[in-house]
Every structure is written in structure tokens, then in C-alpha cells.
């Protein structure tokens, strides 16, 4: 009698101390200030690496201004609200070598990001 009430004991003891455990998902760490980093160096590498001649350059705005030829380039890097990074790229004019040239920087900027 004594073991099985022993038993009880233990299998109740067990019980209650599984119950105890709570195992929490770990929360995903985004740090905004290091991805909008990440992000604004990638933009210049990518322009710097295209021929791009950066003439401006304002972190605090998130532009990136300069020229290759006769075509002006632009990049934005804006933080959202939901704390994800957008990059725009722009280049001035019209035709193939305006389009070739934000292909290759964006194709460029992917690389740098390991896209």
C-alpha cells in the first residue's frame, strides 16, 4: 500500500513540476539602426561600383545624389514604419542606357544585401 500511495506521490509531483515549464518562441532581434546601415552602404558600394560619381551624399535624409555620363543618379534609403528598410534608385532621361544603368545598380545593390 505504502509504494503505491508512494508512487502517487511521485507521479503527482511529477506532474505539477511539469506543468512548471513554459518554454516562450525567442522573439526575433531587428535592430532598424544596423539594417539601415546595412542598407545605406550597400546603396553607395552599389552606385561607387556601377561608375556612379557620388556628388551628395546626406544620411540624415537618406539621399544619395550623383552622376555617371550625362545621366543623374538618385538612391533614397528610408526607414518605414514597421521598421523594414526601402531603397529607390533613380536615374534621370529616358531610353536603354537610363534603364540599363538602375538595372545594373539595383542587381548591384542586391548582390551587396546577398540577395
Known sequence: M???FARFI???GLAVALAGCVVYEPVPYHNPAASFD???NA???????EGVRITQQDRSTGLIEGTRGGLSVGARVLTQAD????VEFNTSGTGPA???LAQRISRAYDYRMGR
Request: cysteine-free; proline content about 0%.
Open 2 to 4: 505504502k509504494t503505491a
Open 10 to 12: 511521485a507521479a503527482l
Open 38 to 40: 546595412r542598407s545605406w
Open 43 to 49: 546603396a553607395v558600394g552599389a552606385l561607387q561600383g
Open 83 to 86: 521598421g523594414r528598410v526601402r
Open 98 to 100: 537610363s534603364e540599363d
